[in-house]
């Protein structure tokens, strides 16, 4: 071997060694947690608590509004609500920087409205009574001040999560809509809309005491 070769080879051990030592120290990087994996859900019409819930297609909502598992960063604890107004979308908290999304109808122009509030009860097939000013507003609702039984034409849908903020019912709800249509709209006095088979499948997961943030 001649000189030349053997400083080469000393040159190229060296700086292997030193790979190798600086490789021992860095720490071997996590691959992220897939994400969660939910059963779809059945959009079709279908019998539930005694009332008929009308198929809703698909195809004519827009799929950013579809029912999904995304990756969300946020800080808040996994099982909050963070509802975007702007963006008409609902999110679930997951685990491991995860959320399940669902579209949404919210408040139109001067309805609308950000905060944060609790869910402290839960209604399946509920009663919805109008507010005097609403009533005000739209005199046919007159017929329902004592309250409109819940049914497939009730505004509040198959389900509803009833909000506080401060200890106190301002009226906001999450709910279902046999207006299916006009989700991904902003057409609501203020509470949020989902489809009917969403709210049902949120209404199975979120307990009352759920912290709900409105942005």
Not at 107 to 122: C, H, I, L, N, Q
Not at 130 to 157: A, S, V
Request: overall charge neutral; some cysteine.
């Amino acid at each position: 071997m001649t000189r030349k070769s053997h400083i080469l080879r000393r040159s190229f051990l060296a700086m292997s060694g030193s790979a190798l030592a600086l490789g021992a120290c860095v720490p071997a990087l996590t691959p992220a947690p897939p994400p969660p994996e939910f059963e779809p859900i059945d959009y079709a019409s279908r019998r539930d608590g005694g009332h008929t819930l009308r198929a809703v297609n698909l195809q004519e909502i827009p799929e950013f509004l579809h029912r999904q598992v995304v990756p969300y960063q946020t800080e808040e604890a996994p099982g909050t609500i963070v509802i975007e107004n702007q963006n008409r979308l609902l999110y679930l908290i997951l685990e491991n920087g995860y959320a399940l999304r669902y579209g949404l109808s919210v408040g139109r122009e001067g309805f609308d409205w950000t905060g944060e509030a609790t869910v402290y009860r839960k209604a399946q097939w509920p009663t919805w009574t109008p507010p005097p000013e609403m009533i005000e507003r739209e005199p046919h609702l007159e017929r329902w001040k004592d309250g409109q039984p819940g049914g497939p034409t009730n505004p509040l849908g198959a389900r509803a999560l009833y909000l506080e903020s401060n200890g106190r019912d301002e009226g906001y709800r999450i709910h279902g809509t046999p207006e299916w249509r006009s989700i991904g709209r902003f057409a609501s006095s203020g509470c949020f809309r989902m489809l009917q088979q969403d709210v049902i499948d949120l209404y199975d997961r979120v307990p009352i005491g759920t912290r709900v943030v409105v942005v």
